[in-house]
């Protein structure tokens, strides 16, 4: 899956909605304007995620009330399929494309019924073959996220996958930290994985702000995903960590300039610099008043702009010649005024 213009942005909602549409709506609506290719959320059947216990990650915990359980927090954050249908519905219509990552086999038999172009595998799921299989069987292209991962993992995840007779896959290198540390990104990982598996691999970020992944599109990356809320003081577990609507925008932006300066590797002068290149390089102008039929000695040479005259590389072939007319001090030296 590639963006018609490039790199493909994914807006990650997620759960940013706090458990209502409307909410879930106004994130579509801000991945709209933002200028993101995607909107993405996340679909789940709580009771079949969680166990009763499970406790709260340590960023969840700091976000949130910190004695209720994993289980109490998701079913809070959960929407259920009529929700789903209603969104996806609404990203049509708005013109966006509606994605979101499914946690159970029920999450994915209903996002195959609402017509997800690609499933979005989440990190926390590379080693759930079971559920990969059961993806993979559903014949849609697989972006799968790769944190907290190693390299053989995701071989293993690859090749369930690739079992199935799916070879469409996509790679997000990923750090599962919320915020991610900036020295634990390890962007080379990209290059890594794109050699080792020969699949496009993207990046899903979860540092705080736009720098790394920008960084990212420089360094290849085919694709970017986000976390963005309506407001990072609002209550919930990934807020904080996401950007806002107008960070977004920004982000979008970005990606796109460095699309546009990345270009075609090929070296050569643009237009802008044609144009310049008479003005700020050099030739070869008379250093002295050089009279007719006098021979030319390295003394009586000098190299100034502009650049419209003899290149300065063509000095030997100018010295020792004789001039056809007198040569005036600081005026350019013609070919055609040479014998």
Known sequence: MTAANGVFIIAEAGVNHN?????????????????????????????LVVSRD?????YQ??????????????????????????????????NIIFLSSPFDKKSVDLLDEIGVPSFKVAS?????????????????????????????????????????GLKNIVLLHCVTSYPA??????????????????????????????TIPIAAVAQGACMIEKHFTLGRNLPGPDHKASLEPGELKELVKAIRDVEKALGDGIKRPTKGEERNKEIVRKSIIAKVDIPKGLKISKEMLDIKRPGTGIEPKFLNKVMGKRTRRDTKKDTLIEFKDLK
């Open 19 to 47: 458990g209502s549409v409307k909410i879930a709506k106004k994130l579509v609506d801000a991945a709209v304007a933002a200028g993101a290719d995607a909107v993405k959320f996340q679909t789940f059947n709580t009771e």
């Open 54 to 58: 499970t406790p709260k990650a340590e």
């Open 61 to 94: 915990k700091k976000a949130t009330d910190k004695d209720e359980t994993q289980l109490e927090m998701l079913k809070g954050l959960e929407l259920n399929a009529d929700d789903f249908k209603q969104l996806a519905n609404y990203a049509r219509k708005k």
């Open 124 to 164: 926390g799921e590379i080693t759930n073959l079971p559920l990969l299989k059961y993806i993979a069987g559903k014949g849609r292209p697989v972006i799968l996220s790769t944190g907290m991962s190693s390299l053989e993992e995701v071989e293993e995840a690859i090749k369930v996958i690739k079992d199935e």
């Open 181 to 210: 540390k900036i020295e634990d990104v390890n962007l080379k990982t990209m290059q890594t994985m794109k050699s080792a598996f020969k699949l496009p691999v993207g990046f899903s970020d979860h540092t705080m702000g736009i």
